[in-house]
């Protein structure tokens, strides 16, 4: 490594950052997510401008081979740990206790995408294929491909839409989680076959028992470690050990499974996965690998795609068209199936299958490796690339549409004969939610301890404080026939465990008829879009009849209605 | 960049941080610096044992070709980092306000080492030489690196001492400053000659009048640039965007001193002071960036010097008792010199003189260029970092005993002759000042007025609240013979600017007798000894007379003093 070297590592690794993050803004003053910005970044600096505007300054910069191996290193410590950021999004808490009922979602989710892929891929000319030997391997892979989903653009629309903690959002969450795991782990086995020049069974197998064995191992004994670890740096003032601990786990992951001839990636996410489960891990320290990893790393990693392939030359419309089809097709029409299986109305059905089809950044990085591994063709890159941004760039909007044409009157329907306290004497959510139902009593009857005991075990499974001090204890009862609403102010707030950790001042309690989780979103949504500004919270603190508290909630409701028109819907991130 | 190159660059990333991270905490658990450990941890994986006991495997691991680079990438940035993070901590308002005061200490500090280390390398025979041709060169690199002051190590000697915020303090950390840059620019000036294989007074010219042009530009126009870049990021809600701007920052200012032909390093330690300057910077960000490289980049850093070189192989013992022996004498007897001028008395200014002496991570990070551009052969390099070693484990201690050696009985004497408010009126620090100035008056007199102002400037200029909950306003008074010392108690709290963030519940008002900073130094570390545990504060709020104040002071005074001796010294950690 000689001065020259070093020099142009760091004029590559500071035109790559600068601008990544640059449009990375762009696009979002936009209204797209930074990873549109980042990738065009690197398609302005790659082959396909920079190549070919100015070539020799493109090869001086990005085209040296000491130089590029440097870049190799940034970015392949990036992938690594944007995987473990990635796993550390992974809450097994809430795959336990929703996975059983979110398996037909993300099993359908799943399966149809596969056999979509998979078709796809035995059925696409040899002239689309690296290498025809490889077909079988070749198909299995863009099933995978097409069935993984992007958990951080679904949790960020399911936050958006004030869903985040109800029972669809929770559903979507878990079968989105379950189907990265299990796209990893699947990805993962045919990682070390693409090196070979045809495709061994026996391999297969093999590195599916490995990576099977790795993944339970590190989410079983691997956890308890890293929890007990974690738990003993816990009481230090600063994380930097906690720190350390954390980037070499990770690293450690990531060279077990490559060693293992599963890709380092895995490795990575799966670490994520067992170091987010422990109750010891700070916020502080999630936060400080967040920010470093998404502002420091991502950037570059998703710009140097951009070096890797020209797009302009490598863009085939009919491909990328028939895998974006392929792709939504089968992954909404399994999810919207299974989530109706589950439960759901076919409005919110049609929404899970929109929300679970953005591909995001996984789809990208995944389609990455297997460009590097040999297995695809350029165009093929670019065609799994434009639908990942495509997809994400729909899920957020259609969801958000789907949800939103249901009827506006309904918080203030369902209070008008509900119950209304206007200061609650309870300090505690145990406290508020009987205040409530006792409210409700005269038209629960009978239900009423039923309702009472429901509402308290959904509240302890998780809690419903929403943040901006709004909180919606809810649960379905057996027996009742329609939803029935109560509302309590209670201005010295009450802890309802929310994200931004704020005591709720406003609390709705929910009664809901069983299977009818339809219901509890449109609810649910007309409720946080209710009192979503805080003129309105200000506004409904003051009320002491249930006439004025309607008052408030019905011209908020439409006041926001309006401007959420207006306004047109918001993006996540990647 | 093949599947095996990224294995074997994943391996020994992870055992370079888990050996670092891992002796660093054994070193720490014997009293001695995180650094020592990270260096053992490399001396344990290089040539010096890994390579005698398993050639085969330290070749696999350290010296393939391709992983090698792609380490040398993670290093190349790991240690722009780090010099940026030396940057952050330079003040350049202490260095504005104190520079003039500073100016002696820092110039006979500096002057002597490199008098004695331009000797040294012109003394040494031509076999401790690499390039016996290039004897100017290697003089004038001996000398700057004989010069050279390692911040981190003084601020947290002072800092343990409770002297950090006392004018001894700063003068001790604008000296260490000036140094360090100056150390940083003389270096840089020498990178590019070194290339060549004679030196050439002209490229020592132009490298010294690109080196100032860089500096200069940065620290004004480019300084303002980033104020106003961050200011216009400051109301983000989070550090995102202003940690990508700040590693972008470092990355061009390091590409630009290395296209220069200066070294990457002084573009990043620029930076560092140019954005440390900044107001806006928050403290999130600054805390991001320094958990981030301190605990992910440095020890990969440090532990990688190991890899280059045969610690047993290399080690001179004449050379390392020479260098160190040179550069402790000159730097001690400079700085002492230059702080007895400059108004300390004499023990004081040995003090200074043993805090200025330590060298830590700079002086190591200086050798290694030094090392990899071929001025150096492996025996001074293992020198030098002995040097550094050494000089850090004894600055810390030597300066504490040298201090410490003042009568025990300073604040009680003091105070029994000075006032006593149990309960100050006064809600701001303007406030306590003028309260505890009138209860001084009847001594004071016609001083009275005078010593109000002074020490209302003084604490303009730099706050005085030392943290947990005590402040010590103070200011050197023109025509006063002894010094005089008041207490006031405040159980409300008032903010004295303290780096905790704590208001002071207990405030001391100390004038004192014009140029006697001995003086200043001895009361204000006996201030800081007596309330420096919590049970002493706790019964100081309590006192409501004089007698009761004195009694709590002389105990606690004792009992730390004691513990004190039994304990022994605290380390900086690099």
Known sequence: MTEHDALVFLIALALLLGMARLLGEVARAFGMPLVVGE??????LGPTVLGRLL??????????????????????????????VAGLEVDLGIVR????????????????PLAGGILLGFMLPDSDMKNPNQRLLFALFIGVALSISALPVIAKTLLDLGLFKTDLGLLVMAAAMIDDSVGWIAFSMLVGPMQGNSIEFTKLLTMGGLSLVFVAGTLTAGRRGIDRLL?????????????SLVILLALVGAAITQALGIHAVLGGFVVGVAIGDSPSLREQTRVTIHDFVTNVFAPVFFASLGLKVDFIHAFDFRLCALVFAVASVAKILGCSVGARAGGLGWRESIAVGFGLNARGAMEIILALLALEAGLLKEQLFVALVVMA??????????????????QEEDVVALLRRGG??????????????EELVQILEPRLGHLAVHARNQVLEREQMAATGLGDEVAVPHAAIEGLEEPMLALGLSPEGIDFDAPDGKPATIVFLLLLAPRRLDEEVRVLASIARSVIDSRAREQLMDARETEQALKVLAESAQRIAEERRARGPALADI
């Open 420 to 433: 209304f306290v206007a200061r609650l004497t309870a300090t505690t959510s145990r406290g508020a939610i």
């Open 39 to 44: 990738l065009i970044a690197g398609v302005l």
């Open 389 to 406: 941004l495509c997809t994400s760039l729909i899920g957020g909007p259609a969801m958000k549409r789907l949800l939103y044409r249901a």
């Open 55 to 84: 070539p020799e300054a493109q090869k001086w910069l990005f085209r040296q081979p000491t130089p590029q191996k440097m870049l190799g290193a940034y970015t392949t410590v990036g992938v690594v740990l944007l995987l473990v």
């Open 231 to 243: 738990t003993r740096f816990a009481d230090e003032w600063h994380g930097g050990r906690v720190l």
């Open 97 to 112: 206790r929703r996975g059983r009922s979110a398996a037909f979602t993300s099993l359908l989710g799943m399966i149809l």
